[in-house]
C-alpha cells in the first residue's frame, strides 16, 4: 500500500474545502487498502468474524454515494447499481463480482458526487427527501463518516489479507 497516493487536507482550508478536502482523502483511502491486491484478495472473506470484504466496501461505497448525492441531494431517483438478491442489498455479495466493474462504478459514482456538490452554492442549502431535510454540509459529514467507518474495517481486512498496514 502506498499512502502517498492521498492528498492530506489542508490545515486551514474554509469550511467548503475542508469537507470536500476530508472525504476526498476517505475515498483515497479505500483506494489504497484496496491496491495491489488481486480480484481473489478482493473477494476474501479475511477476517474470521465478518463476511466484509474490501470488493464489497467498494461496492456499498459505489451504492452510498449514488444515494446520497443523486437520489437525496440531486433528488433524482436512480436504482441500485447491483440487484438485490432475495431482497437483501447485494453490495457485498462479491462472489462473482468484477473488481474491474466495482471500482468503475465507484469512481464514477464519486464524480457524479463531486459535480453534485459543486452545483450547490452554500453548505448550508437544504434539500428535502422522504420526509426530512438535510443541508449539503450534513451529508458531505455523514459521507466523512460512513467512509472512515468502513476504512477501520478496510484496515483490518488488508491486515489479515497480506499483513500490510498504513494510515
Known sequence: MDDQQRVAPS?????????????DYQRQTLAVKC????????????????????????????????????????GEPRGALWA????????????????????????????RSRAAVAGFAS????????GER????YVLTHMIEEYARHNGHADLIREAIDGATGE
Open 134 to 137: 438535510y443541508s449539503l454540509r
Open 35 to 74: 491496491a495491489g491486491l488481486t480480484a481473489e484478495q478482493l473477494r476474501m472473506r479475511a477476517v474470521p468474524t465478518s463476511g466484509l470484504t474490501l470488493l464489497g466496501l467498494v461496492r456499498h461505497a459505489a451504492e452510498v454515494e449514488r444515494g446520497w448525492f443523486s437520489n437525496v441531494v440531486l
Open 11 to 23: 490545515t486551514v482550508a474554509d469550511d467548503r474545502t475542508s469537507l470536500t478536502s476530508f472525504l
Open 123 to 130: 453548505l448550508d442549502e437544504t434539500v428535502s427527501f422522504r
Open 84 to 111: 438485490a438478491v432475495d431482497g437483501e442489498s447485494a453490495d457485498f455479495l462479491v462472489a462473482d463480482a468484477d473488481p474491474e466493474e466495482a471500482f468503475a462504478c465507484w469512481r464514477a459514482e464519486c464524480d
